[in-house]
């Protein structure tokens, strides 16, 4: 079992859509989570952060983070072209050196 | 600031062709790290740094060395190029806050690819 696991897609959703990508980690331990978006020939760009169950919302993204399930998410509401993207789930252990561990990515593709 | 910055953007090497990639940030951070991402692939931690002098493996060391001789560099080395080391490496850095609240910058990124 990969530890932090994503749906490769790609998931195509049409423009103004509501874009839901999803992650599930297999270690309990897991402190905090992370969502990267990378477009292609870029680097991976924090979208962002959570710590606590619940949602957290930050414009049109709302991160969403269930422990018990060990299950975390992402919505991006009214979809646009340019948030067609790879989509990275990152978890971080809270171990020493605060190492990131990362999902393959979701691909994302909105279409107008 | 410039951030987390990588040197070169694009390199190709022969077999057993050694080389270093560069990795300097100006944000002062304690933390860095060193990750490759294959193709349609995730991120996958090479080494890391939690300070001047301090590095560490990570998940895929084999092939590859660093060193740390100051908060603002962290190169990458790698002795013997084998083609399986054809990849695009990001470099990246932290504050190194404690817990879970610390955040990962990363770099442009060095696509590598070894014949």
């Known amino acids: 079992q990969k530890e932090v696991e994503q749906n490769s897609g790609p998931l195509s959703v049409p423009e103004g859509a509501i874009a839901s990508l999803n992650c599930t980690y297999s270690d309990r331990v897991s402190q905090s989570f992370f969502w990267y978006r990378q477009y292609s020939g870029k680097s991976p760009e924090l979208i962002m952060s959570?710590?606590?169950?619940g949602d957290k919302e930050d414009g049109r993204f709302t991160a969403q983070l269930n422990k018990a399930s060990q299950y975390v998410s992402l919505l991006i509401r009214d979809s646009q072209p340019s948030d067609s993207a790879t989509y990275l789930c990152?978890?971080?252990?809270?171990?020493?050196?605060?190492?990131?561990?990362f999902g393959a990515g979701t691909i994302l593709r909105v279409k107008s | 600031n410039a951030g987390v910055t990588q040197t070169p953007k694009f390199r190709i090497l022969k077999i057993g062709q050694s080389m270093t990639l560069q990795c300097t940030q100006d944000?002062?951070?304690?933390?860095m790290y060193w990750y490759r991402q294959d193709p349609g692939m995730g991120l996958k931690l090479i080494y890391y740094s939690v300070g001047a002098g301090i590095t560490d493996k990570g998940e895929v060391p084999n092939g590859y060395n660093v060193s740390r001789s100051t908060t603002e560099d962290f190169p990458l080395r790698l002795e013997l190029a084998a083609p399986s080391q054809t990849s695009v490496y990001f470099c990246a850095s932290s504050q190194g806050l404690a817990g879970i609240t610390d955040t990962q910058y990363f770099g442009p990124g060095t696509r590598l690819t070894v014949l």
């Open positions: 959570i710590y606590s169950n």
């Open positions: 990152a978890v971080n252990k809270g171990e020493y050196g605060n190492k990131l561990v």
């Open positions: 944000m002062n951070h304690n933390y």
